[in-house]
């Protein structure tokens, strides 16, 4: 392989939809609908390419709940025309804000009746049995909720992100740090003692107690990348396991990743120079929200008496300082993470794979034909949903990507399987929409909102795993 230097190139667009387009990720809302009202902050794209030799691969950064396989595919395909790049070397990751615009249609195994009984209501407050369901429904929320021509455009930005940071390209090196951050993640998997599931948006139950909650990753890991000579901060890649959402109003936002990002950014500049582009990217997260860490009273819960304009104004004021606090801690632990870099390599060797996985979908469900999926998608085997790993390596790290939702235990499990160190694995990487959450066998027997919700079933997490390290195996990620 004709391997010379490290280059690398970024770049960001602004990917802010028209404001009144419908909001994803929570229904109803505060607002008592899910229209935006305005634009709390901008959502972007934003693209890292790196190169030595002749190889070569980019990560693309979305503000987006996440990414359907058609719009991978669109942007992979224009990016590589535009760039020479091979479609399988881009990876296209949603930091999974729930205060972005309706993307695509997400597949459910929920009836409508179902889901807005056992979803959070306007108020703010939360059923106490989430997920207690029996049955299979192959449906789908946010169908027809998406602007058309926004997407469009969206793809369009995504793919000059790539094409300018390609064009971009310098000498530079990287290297890879963690850091453990407290106070921001939460397990949501919180089973009380009166069998129902546990939320700090519940009304308190005397008497009941916590029996058991599931795990978290504390860990934040970084990539980040200088400039050789100048030694100028170029880009980094933040990956944390949680749920960007604080509370979900009527304002435009990016939320959590959206606020460690533009902090990062303007800590680590320099004063005589221009900010470096900070992609952020969600660790497995399917089970793991901030809401036992989010003051609750102040920008969850309406107040009695409380009219629904004065309600909605406090609650997005509330939004505003919990953003500085919770965005400020995951900032401070990427920071704390970029400092503690021992080793930065300026001649790394590159690679990228993917790998197409069958998952099995629940008894019962079939995708109905709202659900986008690709050509490449319509191969599945029978009762099974076909998706993709993809990892791309860069010297002593891999960039793991994995679709959809996936629980802790699973990136836990992969971590286990492939060797300790520095494995990013982000989540929501190249589809969303078709798949949700994807949990362990443990996770079905025990219920709850996020394996009654997805249309995975029971094996679907063991098949992502081994999809997973097989695509893995042979590379050596420490």
Not at 25 to 37: F, K, L, V
Not at 39 to 63: C, I, K, M, P, T
Not at 120 to 126: E, F, L
Request: net charge negative; aromatic share 6%; hydrophobic share 40%.
């Amino acid at each position: 392989m004709d391997r010379r230097t490290l280059n690398a190139g970024a770049a960001q667009r602004v990917i802010t939809p028209p404001v009144g387009v419908s909001l994803s990720g929570w229904n109803p809302r505060a607002s008592g609908d899910i229209r935006s009202r305005y634009v709390h902050d901008d959502l972007y794209a934003r693209a890292l390419v790196l190169r030595n030799g002749s190889r070569a691969w980019a990560q693309v950064a979305v503000d987006l709940t996440g990414v359907d396989a058609v719009a991978t595919e669109q942007i992979r395909a224009a990016a590589a025309d535009r760039t020479g790049l091979s479609p399988d070397t881009i990876m296209v990751c949603a930091t999974h804000t729930h205060s972005g615009p309706a993307f695509c249609p997400v597949a459910t195994a929920y009836s409508p009746e179902d889901m807005a009984r056992l979803t959070i209501r306007a108020d703010g407050s939360a059923p106490a049995a989430m997920g207690r369901v029996t049955s299979v429904s192959s449906s789908a929320s946010w169908v027809g909720e998406t602007d058309l021509e926004w997407k469009a455009w969206l793809v369009a930005q995504a793919v000059e992100a790539v094409e300018e940071a390609h064009g971009a390209l310098r000498p530079a090196s990287a290297g890879f740090g963690e850091a453990r951050i407290d106070g921001v993640a939460s397990s949501r998997r919180v089973l009380m003692s009166d069998g129902n599931w546990g939320d700090p948006r519940r009304e308190p139950v005397e008497g009941v107690r916590v029996v058991s909650r599931t795990s978290i990753d504390p860990l934040v890991r970084v990539f980040a990348v200088r400039e050789q000579g100048t030694e100028a901060p170029l880009a980094a890649v933040i990956n944390y396991g949680t749920h960007p959402w604080i509370f979900c109003g009527s304002g435009i936002s990016a939320e959590i990743a959206g606020a460690a990002s533009d902090r990062v950014a303007n800590s680590w500049r320099r004063d005589d120079g221009a900010p470096p582009v900070v992609l952020y990217t969600s660790g497995p997260e399917g089970d793991v929200t901030p809401i036992w860490n989010v003051d609750i009273e102040g920008v969850w819960r309406t107040r009695p008496g409380e009219n629904p304009e004065a309600s909605l104004a406090r609650r997005e004021s509330g939004f505003d300082g919990e953003l500085t606090r919770l965005g400020g801690r995951v900032a401070e632990g990427a920071m704390a993470a970029i400092r503690g870099i021992v080793r930065r390599d300026g001649d790394p060797e590159l690679w990228a794979r993917r790998k197409e996985v069958a998952l099995p979908l629940k008894e019962g469900y079939r995708h109905v034909d709202d659900v986008i999926l690709a050509d490449w998608q319509r191969e599945a085997p029978e009762c099974h949903h076909l998706t993709e790993v993809q990892a791309l390596g860069v010297g002593e790290g891999v960039f793991l990507g994995l679709p959809g939702e996936p629980f802790v235990s699973l990136g836990t499990d992969i971590r286990a399987r492939s060797g300790s160190g520095w494995l990013l694995i982000a989540a929501l990487a190249n589809e969303f929409g078709a798949v949700s959450y994807i949990a362990e066998r443990e996770a079905f027997e025990q219920g709850g909102y996020e394996t009654a919700f997805t249309p995975v079933g029971p094996g679907g997490g063991e098949a992502l795993v081994d999809g997973a390290v097989a695509l893995l195996d042979g590379h050596d990620a420490r």
